[in-house]
Each structure stands twice: as C-alpha cells, then as structure tokens.
Nanobody, 127 residues
C-alpha cells in the first residue's frame, strides 16, 4: 500500500507563495492518481487539486484555479503543489491521498480516495 508524507507548509503573508510536497513510498507510485485536499477548522475536507498517474490530466477546485499548480515526478515519487497568490481563506491543513488511475480526470473530492491520507501539513496565510 502507498504511504504518503506531506511537507512544505508554514506561515505566509497574503499574496505569498508556498510549495507543498507529497512524498510516496511502499507501492507503485505511478499506478495512482494523486490528490491534494485541505481541511480548515470546523469545515469539511475538500479537494484542492489532483494529477493523473501519468502526469496528465490535472484537475483544480474553482477556488484555486489560476493560483495553484500541481506536478509530479514519477522517478522521485513526489507530487508538488505550487501555491501562489495565497489568501487567508487558503488557511487549512493540507493532505495528499491516492486515487485509482483514471479518477482525477472526472472527480476531485474525498469520496474516491483509495488509500490512506498522510499526516498533513499546516498552511497559515496571515499578516
């Protein structure tokens, strides 16, 4: 089974940037689409972005389109989420999780997760 570890979170001012990394081990990384989720206190977990096992296609929540970019490296077993023009409403704990291949093209949400989430990494956008 795939094990995932998120890193790269932190405190950033509004308008700033961060890059989150999801690092995988334990299984065939390129057999899985990978998705990023976030959860703010008192809110449900929501899908942010996902990327197919081959690297294309990708999918983004409307709230982050044009500001976030997802990419993957199937040699290094990593998925990066580049986050630009960050807003206070982006503040949340961010998680990555696997999807079965082919899922990301049609769906972005927690219901299709086919494995375990990582422990998450906290992103706080505040002045």
């Amino acid at each position: 089974q795939l094990q995932l570890v998120e890193s790269g979170g932190g405190l950033v001012q509004p308008g700033g940037s961060l890059t989150l990394t999801c690092t995988a081990s334990g299984s065939n990384f390129d057999d899985y689409d990978i998705a990023w989720f976030r959860q703010a206190p008192g809110k449900e977990r929501e899908g942010v972005s996902c990327i197919a096992n081959t690297g294309y296609p990708t999918n983004y929540a409307n709230s982050v389109k044009g500001r976030f970019a997802i990419s993957r490296d199937n040699i290094k077993n990593t998925v990066n989420l580049q986050m630009n023009s960050l807003k206070p409403e982006d503040t949340a704990r961010y998680y990555c999780a696997p999807y079965n291949p082919g899922t990301c093209q049609y769906y972005l949400g927690p219901a299709a997760v086919s494995g375990n989430y990582g422990q998450g990494t906290q992103v706080t956008v505040s002045s």
